[in-house]
């Protein structure tokens, strides 16, 4: 088994299942792995989950930062599902970032239990601790609407040669000036905004492209989505939205050969229910016209676990920014970004971005 040095920035609860689902597959038995375990790629390039050791970590909320790692990813107001009772010690402790645009104001206007409290440590050098650290791959978890905070982690990954896993939706990966500095700078990036292995993205997509591929010719849709976890509630600041809808609608726009009029698509995150804690639910409806004109109505309800439901794609993800730095490819990595991320540099269809990532990966397509 091969290693990889991970860094994480933002200890929220999509790193928490992150680190559970790892310290999960280390304990798993050999017969448990080999009957795949809900992932979607066990081995990749010879990299499997349990390769992955984080090396550095840095949050702003006085609750995980000075914290060893397994202690911080359990913290409040993190309220994922426990997957394991605890994590083995990481050796990492958390380290005081940048804050910028990370935290919302409206946050201080919610019980500390819920929200985000931020600590008075000074931040630290972040090019430093990642070049000490060795890190090679950065993952990103960062709140919606941290424009600044974003753009400062990847100047950081620039600086410091590590490759970046951007999961949420500012545009990094998909924005040529930025694609373009990582290409300069030899260093790979998969993004942008992570597309849940299956959730109401995916789900809405391949329905969209159905309907399109079966004559349907799909009049109106909308997404409506409901959590209680604190990226539903750093989202009922709607000013910090804009580039979540754009990433979630362009997600589904782009199956349909001609996109919906803008009055007709509304998909985006609907309300915070703070009992559902990490529990997403989505209402999808879907207006069509089949045969002749006559209309037909589909209604869809599903229920998730909202932050596991990215894990096992974010591990993918990390992999094959690993494959690439192993094999000196840089700049954005299309297929993998087009596979797991919504808004990648080039969207296609689902089963195509599969195929590209297994050519990918057995070395038979260069990014
Ligand atoms: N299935 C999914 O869960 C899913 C899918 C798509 C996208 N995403 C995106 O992934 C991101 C992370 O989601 P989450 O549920 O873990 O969020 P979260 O709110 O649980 O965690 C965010 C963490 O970032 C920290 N933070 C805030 N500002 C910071 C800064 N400047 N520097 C360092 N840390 C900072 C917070 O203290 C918190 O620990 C969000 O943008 C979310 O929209 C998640």
Redesign the pocket.
């Known amino acids: 088994m091969k290693n990889l040095k991970l860094a994480i ?7 928490s299942s992150l680190l559970q689902g790892i310290e999960y597959y280390k304990r798993a038995s050999a017969d448990e792995k080999s009957r795949h375990l809900g992932l979607m790629h066990y081995d990749v390039g010879g990299y499997l989950p349990e390769s992955l050791q984080v090396v550095a970590a ?4 006085k609750r ?1 930062v000075g914290q060893t790692l397994e202690k911080a990813i359990f913290a409040q107001p ?1 309220c994922t599902t426990r997957i394991v009772d605890e994590i083995s010690a990481t050796g990492v402790t958390v380290q005081m ?4 645009d ?2 919302s104001p409206h946050m201080a206007d919610y019980p500390e239990h819920r929200s ?1 409290r931020v600590s008075d440590e000074k931040p630290v050098d972040v090019v430093k601790v990642l070049k000490d650290s060795g890190a090679e791959v950065l993952i990103c ?4 609407g ?1 424009e600044e ?1 974003v753009q400062f982690y990847a100047q950081a990954c620039l600086d410091a040669k590590v490759a970046m896993v951007n ?3 500012v545009f990094i990966a998909s924005k040529k000036e930025w694609a373009d500095k990582f290409k300069a700078a030899g260093v790979p990036i998969v993004g942008d ?4 292995q299956l ?1 109401a993205t995916i789900v809405h997509r391949v329905l969209t492209k159905t309907f399109s591929d079966r004559g349907i010719k799909l009049e109106r849709t909308y997404q409506l989505n409901t959590g209680g ?3 539903f509630l ?1 989202m009922l600041n709607h000013s910090r939205l804009k580039s ?1 809808k754009i990433s979630k609608t362009a997600a589904v726009q782009s199956q349909l050969p001609v996109p919906l009029d803008p009055d007709n698509v509304h998909i985006g995150p609907s309300d915070y229910v703070p009992f559902q804690n990490d529990n997403k639910v989505c209402f999808l409806r879907m207006e069509g016209t089949g045969f002749a004109g006559v209309p037909l109505h589909l209604e869809m309800r599903l229920s998730v676990e ?2 596991p ?2 894990a096992g794609v974010a591990i993918d993800a990390i992999r094959c920014a690993k494959l690439a730095l192993d094999r000196k490819v840089s700049g954005p990595l299309y297929s993998i970004s087009s596979y797991t991320m ?1 808004h990648p540099p080039i969207q296609v269809a689902d089963a195509e971005a599969h195929q590209n990532v297994e050519n990918f990966i057995a070395g038979k397509l260069e990014a």
């Open positions: 920035v933002g200890v929220g609860n999509c790193a840095f949050d702003v909320d995980k993190n970032g940048h804050i910028l990370g935290v985000f978890y960062l709140p919606v941290s905070a999961c949420m939706p905004d992570i597309k849940s959730g976890n604190t990226d750093n979540k909202d932050s439901n990215s919504k």
